[in-house]
């Protein structure tokens, strides 16, 4: 999305993020895990939050780690000034390993071949080991673990800096999954391999922002939370205790605003027509700035205090919300989705509506969007 310094000043859609709920929301997480340090997952623009005001953000809430997919991240966070713990997951081949050491980002090795490209730079970084242990995507599994141990242990003694093995979760945000209960003894098992094999397993992590809620016994020394951070829940439907504020509310302004008769189609293909005389409002947003179509006919949106639905067929730059008899205005805000507080629609509610999950609903949205920060640190909740 497009950062701060851009936003005119009376952008047509726009995207707020309240820095002060994201601090609050990381310190009460950090404090449901209490033994074990936080890693704030800042991946893909912090879930289109903003990387770097909310990377900042998090330490001054005490995160311990910084994590991101990718090293090209990585060194957008240095140049962006953090100095502190970061973690690096996923290199294709011919990543710049020697950059990451430069700049002090651990990356992971998930292969016995990575780990070779990785001790290939001319400086070496720190290193994490990613076992997988179920969830079938990266890190090394089955016999490639045997393979990343022995790999390992002769890189320790030619000098290689081993300082962590980690690995995810498929299911956590079903905490009766079986396979959490079975990864997670997959998980010490391999922390015995390299112990067996007189390595150091250093900082072991499993846990992502379910299994931080729900699974104490996996927050070994590290947890990484990512949605919850952002005030989401990994899952609607699972229960937790921890008090979680969203921190993105995402807005537009009503570009027109137009009485019709009952009988009017709306919008490509005459999705919807109205049953009764109306007014409809026009918002500048649609799925050119990642607003699911697929929320057409079902979305809700937020006008003058009321819930306004959104109708007829979303389209790339615009959509329409039937109005009724509001006596709304061209100018007057739209709220997409916000907290949740004033009654507006949340997130949640445009993930069900797009039939996907929130994650997808904030980290995809971009386009013509201006992200703007609401930061005081002092701003105490
Ligand atoms: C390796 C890894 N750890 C942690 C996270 C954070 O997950 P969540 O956003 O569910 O907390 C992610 C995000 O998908 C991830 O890829």
Not at 33 to 54: E, N
Not at 179 to 193: P, T, Y
Request: hydrophobic fraction near 45%.
């Amino acid at each position: 999305m497009r950062p701060s310094q851009t936003v005119p000043a009376t952008p047509q859609a726009w995207a707020e993020v309240d820095l002060d709920a994201y601090r609050a929301n990381v310190r009460a997480l950090a404090a449901r895990a209490p033994t074990a340090q936080l890693m704030a997952v800042v991946k893909a623009d912090a879930y289109g939050h903003g990387l770097v005001p909310v990377a900042r953000a998090a330490r001054e809430a005490g995160a311990d780690w910084l994590g991101v997919a990718t090293l090209e991240e990585a060194l957008a966070l240095r140049a962006g000034g953090d100095e502190g713990p970061l973690l690096c997951w996923l290199a294709a081949p011919g990543a710049d390993f020697a950059a990451a050491a430069r700049c002090d980002i651990e990356v992971t090795a998930s292969s016995a071949e990575q780990l070779a490209e990785i001790l290939a730079a001319d400086v070496v970084p720190r290193i994490q080991l990613k076992v997988d242990t179920g969830l079938g995507r990266n890190g090394a599994f089955g016999d490639q673990w045997g393979e990343l141990v022995s790999a390992a242990v002769d890189a320790a003694a030619a000098g290689a800096r081993l300082t962590g093995v980690w690995s995810h979760l498929a299911c956590a945000d079903e905490p009766d999954h079986p396979a959490n209960d079975a990864q997670e003894a997959r998980f010490r098992d391999a922390v015995d391999d390299l112990r067996a094999a007189g390595l150091d397993p250093g900082l072991r992590h499993l846990a992502n922002s379910a299994a931080l809620l729900t699974r104490p016994s996996a927050h070994f020394d590290l947890v990484r939370a990512g949605i919850a951070t952002y005030g989401l829940p990994p899952d609607p439907a699972m229960p937790h205790d921890v008090p979680l504020i969203p921190v993105m509310t995402l807005r537009a302004r009503l570009a027109a605003v137009k009485r019709v008769p009952a009988g009017q189609g709306v919008s490509y293909g005459y999705r919807h027509v109205t049953d009764r005389e109306t007014t409809l409002g026009l918002v500048p947003i649609g799925y050119g700035e990642g607003v699911h179509r697929a929320a057409t006919g079902r979305a809700e949106t937020w006008v003058r205090g009321r819930r306004v639905a959104v109708v007829g067929t979303i389209c790339m730059d615009q959509m329409v919300v039937d109005l009724g008899d509001l006596p709304a205005e061209r100018g007057d805000v739209v709220t997409l989705f916000g907290p949740g507080g004033a009654g507006e629609p949340t997130a949640v509610e445009w993930a069900q509506a797009s039939g996907t999950i929130a994650y997808e609903v904030v980290t995809g949205l971009g386009g013509r969007i201006h992200l703007t920060h609401t930061d005081d640190p002092g701003r105490s909740r």
